[in-house]
Nanobody, 115 residues
Framework: QVQLVESGGGLVQAGGSLRLSCAAS????????MGWYRQAPGKQREMVAT???????NYADSVKGRFTISRDNAKNTSYLQMNSLKPEATAVYSC?????????WGQGTQVTVSS
């Protein structure tokens, strides 16, 4: 089993920045892809960014150029640096990992961007 804990969410004004962290723990052998997703009220969950073990990132069009995903394989941790935040980024952000063919999810952290 793999447990994920997100941190770094909060309230920020439009144009501000936040950095989310996702720490994985448990019986970890090798984490493949790590990702960040978000779900706004009344909307479906959407992919924000993913990153491969080798560090190749993939982004939703809506965040390209403003968000950066990174990871520290030694710490089994991923990060999502969010800059130039917009009110429409308000959502619960959840991280996931692909480990030995299984996908694990964190509980999520609230990000609120005020206008």
């Amino acid at each position: 089993q793999v447990q994920l804990v997100e941190s770094g969410g909060g309230l920020v004004q439009a144009g501000g920045s936040l950095r989310l962290s996702c720490a994985a723990s448990g019986s970890i052998f090798s984490i493949n892809t790590m990702g960040w997703y978000r779900q706004a009220p009344g909307k479906q969950r959407e992919m924000v960014a993913t990153i491969t073990w080798g560090g190749v990132g993939n982004y939703a069009d809506s965040v390209k150029g403003r968000f950066t995903i990174s990871r520290d394989n030694a710490k089994n941790t991923s990060y999502l640096q969010m800059n130039s935040l917009k009110p429409e980024a308000t959502a619960v952000y959840s991280c996931n990992v692909l480990h030995l063919g299984n996908v694990y999810w964190g509980q999520g952290t609230q990000v609120t961007v005020s206008s």
